[in-house]
């Protein structure tokens, strides 16, 4: 007798549990429906928004801004930089920061879109006649490119880890313009992120103080080749200063407390 009851309970007791779990299920799934429907949405809206600004206004996907410089990503502002000097019309978004590749700054131009900083400064320094290195000699944009690469995909790496790796994102705190959830929850999974793309690139691999050595000799490097000109490539400036703006900026106002930022006050 006792048995039989026992045994009933429990079924009645499964069938709840049963009901609890699917109707939380159905739940859950509704909601990850409706967020996703609502996502398509909102991006169909940002779409035609994008789409119907005025003819040869570039829409600037970007990182939303710093505390102390337009932004704390030296690509976003290597671009700005090109589009004011250039006189270029432009609007910012800072919904959308990544482009499909993933990574920011990303532009619309009439419709289209175009990744990548420097392939974005290329094309519109075509479409708007705007290359401010044509005076440059073949071995002058040599020189140029050599630095742009130096700075962008080397020392880049090495701020890349300071930020991210060695002081974990705490300096983001600091100087990010509106520091709060979601971003300050997703800093953990940032850094786990940034320190995988480091490995890859291969910097990632090497000891901090090896890293860190190989950054200041890259700021020496360019810190020697400036010298006393008022730009990179000479009196005017070139793309060259967008990108190196965009990077310096970094360490300037963005990385506190860091070696590279305690070299700047005691450069030789
Ligand atoms: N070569 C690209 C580099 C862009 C890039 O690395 N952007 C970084 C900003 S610091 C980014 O979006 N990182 C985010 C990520 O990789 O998740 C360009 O010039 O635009």
């Not at 005025?54 to 710093?66: A, F, M, T």
């Not at 990548?116 to 519109?124: F, H, N, T």
């Not at 002058?140 to 090495?158: L, N, S």
Request: glycine share 6%; proline share 5%.
């Amino acid at each position: 007798m006792l048995e039989q009851a026992i045994e009933s309970l429990t079924a009645i007791w499964k069938n709840e549990r049963g009901l609890i779990v699917a109707s939380t299920g159905v739940a859950a799934s509704l909601y990850f429906l409706a967020s996703k429907i609502y996502a398509v949405h909102e991006q169909s809206q940002l779409r035609k928004k994008w789409n119907s600004a005025p003819k040869d206004v570039v829409i600037l996907h970007q990182l939303p801004r710093g505390k102390f410089t337009p932004s704390i990503s030296p690509f976003p502002l290597k671009l700005e930089t090109y589009l004011r000097m250039a006189g270029i019309r432009y609007e910012n978004d800072f919904t959308e920061p990544k482009s499909l590749e993933n990574k920011t700054p990303w532009i619309t131009l009439n419709g289209e879109d175009v990744a990548d900083s420097q392939i974005c400064l290329e094309l519109l320094a075509d479409k708007f006649q705007k290359d401010f290195s044509c005076h440059l000699s073949p071995e002058e944009k040599a020189t140029a490119r050599a630095f742009q690469i130096m700075a962008e995909d080397h020392f880049y790496w090495t701020g890349v880890l300071w930020r991210w790796v060695y002081t974990k994102g705490k300096t983001l705190r600091q100087i990010h313009a509106t520091f709060a959830p979601p971003l300050s929850l997703k800093i953990p999974l940032v850094c786990r992120r940034m320190k995988s793309q480091a490995i890859g690139q291969g910097l990632g691999r090497h000891a901090e103080k090896d890293v860190i050595e190989m950054g200041i000799k890259d700021l020496r490097a360019m810190s020697h080749y400036l010298g006393n000109k008022s730009y990179f490539m000479g009196e005017e400036p070139t793309e060259l200063d967008c990108a190196m703006f965009g990077m310096l900026a970094q360490l300037v106002w963005n990385m506190p407390g860091s070696p590279f930022e305690r070299l700047l006050n005691n450069f030789d």
